[in-house]
């Protein structure tokens, strides 16, 4: 991994070090700044107007697709207390296109800043950087002493649709439609981890199925560490009052195989579906895990709902929703009759804001 990288052609250090130091020293009122939100202006030029490292044009391409993603001018972003090179780049940047710049004294802030750069033996370069719990990936190659892009943008914890021709590099590859593209990814592993969120494992899910062994039967530990309620028991919900106020616009039902959690392709053809009709902005995905009548497996019918409902989890967040749209709760029951869901399912409601 390649996180310290030679500045020597682009800026004078000393003066660099100064400017990128009073740049990690402004405040959250610097997201109302009146600089327009172009991160690909003087990109390729530093103070002596030769060319930009490469490593430093990967970085502020995946950076010039920030503002299609998070708005300049409302929002600052959080730097650590131990910057690098990559980190100076980065502020100045996100400084040039609107942004407040804030220094932190731990991985904290809502959009904490992380980038990294790796490289393999056939010389592709990968940058990746993530900003809270939203993730841009981007792979790269040397052609002729310069840097091309290699890949499509890879957006994770997030389904904003975004345009990568109004990248920096975009009119490098305009005629190139598979790497003039976006893929929607799970959250990838980075080294420090990301603060705000992380994807469900197998480990994970079986640790809230084990717990679930023991639970009391009026509620239980979902895959984010809150307690719910049983739905067999109470209709409304964990979170009601989050969607009380919105509208139903889309329901799947994704029926499991007895005393299963597999998701099959069907189910995610359903998930799909319903994504189609997803909006990151307005809506919020209700996940309900169901386990009701009889069951051979130890876990009971609680683990069985709570893993369902995690399975589904897990499936939305590899597709890009990110974790904060997501809210997961169960019905179980060693009764089949008399509940409105389904005896081993999982429901999925699209609720959405009116607002």
């Given at each position: 991994?390649?996180?310290?990288?030679?500045?020597?052609?682009?800026?004078?250090?000393?003066?660099?070090?100064?400017?990128?130091?009073?740049?990690?020293?402004l405040?959250?009122?610097?997201?109302?700044?009146?600089i327009a939100?172009?991160l690909?202006?003087?990109?390729?030029?530093?103070?002596?107007?030769?060319?930009?490292?490469?490593?430093?044009?990967?970085l502020?391409?995946?950076?010039?697709?920030?503002p299609?993603?998070?708005?300049?001018?409302?929002?600052?972003?959080?730097?650590?207390?131990n910057?690098?090179?990559?980190?100076?780049?980065?502020?100045?940047?996100?400084?040039?296109?609107?942004?407040?710049i804030?220094?932190?004294?731990?991985?904290?802030?809502?959009?904490?800043?992380?980038a990294?750069?790796?490289?393999?033996?056939?010389?592709?370069?990968?940058?990746?950087?993530?900003?809270?719990?939203?993730?841009?990936?981007?792979?790269?190659?040397?052609?002729?002493?310069?840097i091309?892009?290699?890949?499509?943008?890879?957006?994770?914890?997030?389904?904003?649709t975004?345009?990568?021709?109004?990248?920096?590099?975009?009119?490098?590859?305009?005629?190139?439609?598979?790497?003039?593209?976006?893929?929607?990814?799970?959250?990838?592993?980075?080294?420090?981890?990301?603060?705000?969120?992380?994807?469900?494992?197998?480990?994970?899910?079986?640790?809230?199925?084990?717990?679930?062994?023991?639970?009391?039967?009026?509620?239980?530990?979902?895959?984010?560490?809150?307690?719910?309620?049983?739905r067999?028991?109470?209709?409304?919900?964990?979170?009601?009052?989050?969607?009380?106020?919105?509208?139903?616009?889309?329901?799947?039902?994704?029926?499991?195989?007895?005393?299963?959690?597999?998701?099959?392709?069907?189910?995610?053809?359903?998930?799909?579906?319903?994504?189609?009709?997803?909006?990151?902005?307005?809506?919020?995905?209700?996940?309900?895990?169901?386990?009701?009548?009889?069951?051979?497996?130890?876990?009971?019918?609680?683990?069985?709902?709570?893993?369902?409902?995690?399975?589904?989890?897990?499936?939305?967040?590899?597709?890009?929703?990110?974790?904060?749209s997501?809210?997961?709760?169960?019905?179980?029951?060693?009764?089949?009759?008399?509940?409105?869901?389904?005896?081993?399912g999982?429901?999925?409601?699209?609720?959405?804001?009116?607002?």
């Amino acid at each position: 991994m390649i996180k310290t990288l030679p500045l020597s052609q682009r800026l004078a250090g000393a003066q660099h070090k100064v400017i990128a130091a009073a740049l990690l020293l402004l405040g959250a009122a610097s997201a109302c700044s009146s600089i327009a939100p172009n991160l690909g202006a003087n990109a390729n030029a530093d103070a002596n107007n030769t060319l930009a490292p490469l490593s430093d044009q990967m970085l502020e391409d995946v950076l010039s697709v920030m503002p299609q993603l998070i708005e300049p001018r409302l929002n600052s972003i959080q730097f650590g207390p131990n910057v690098d090179e990559l980190d100076i780049i980065a502020a100045r940047t996100l400084a040039k296109a609107g942004y407040g710049i804030q220094r932190v004294t731990a991985d904290q802030g809502i959009n904490f800043f992380i980038a990294n750069q790796f490289k393999n033996e056939a010389g592709i370069n990968t940058m990746r950087v993530s900003i809270g719990e939203l993730e841009v990936t981007r792979v790269y190659a040397t052609e002729d002493g310069n840097i091309i892009p290699a890949g499509p943008f890879e957006l994770a914890g997030t389904r904003i649709t975004i345009n990568p021709a109004l990248s920096l590099l975009g009119s490098t590859v305009s005629n190139n439609a598979i790497v003039n593209n976006v893929e929607y990814t799970s959250i990838a592993p980075i080294d420090g981890g990301i603060p705000t969120i992380s994807l469900l494992s197998n480990d994970i899910i079986q640790g809230v199925v084990d717990q679930a062994t023991t639970a009391p039967g009026l509620t239980s530990i979902n895959s984010t560490k809150l307690e719910v309620k049983n739905r067999f028991y109470d209709v409304a919900g964990t979170f009601s009052n989050l969607i009380n106020d919105r509208e139903r616009v889309a329901r799947e039902v994704i029926i499991f195989p007895n005393d299963s959690m597999r998701l099959g392709e069907q189910g995610k053809q359903r998930i799909n579906k319903l994504l189609n009709q997803f909006s990151e902005a307005s809506d919020l995905i209700n996940v309900i895990g169901c386990s009701n009548g009889t069951t051979r497996l130890a876990i009971g019918n609680e683990g069985l709902a709570l893993g369902r409902a995690n399975r589904i989890t897990e499936e939305l967040l590899t597709l890009g929703v990110p974790n904060r749209s997501i809210l997961d709760d169960a019905c179980w029951s060693e009764d089949s009759t008399g509940v409105d869901f389904p005896n081993r399912g999982v429901v999925i409601d699209l609720m959405r804001s009116e607002t």
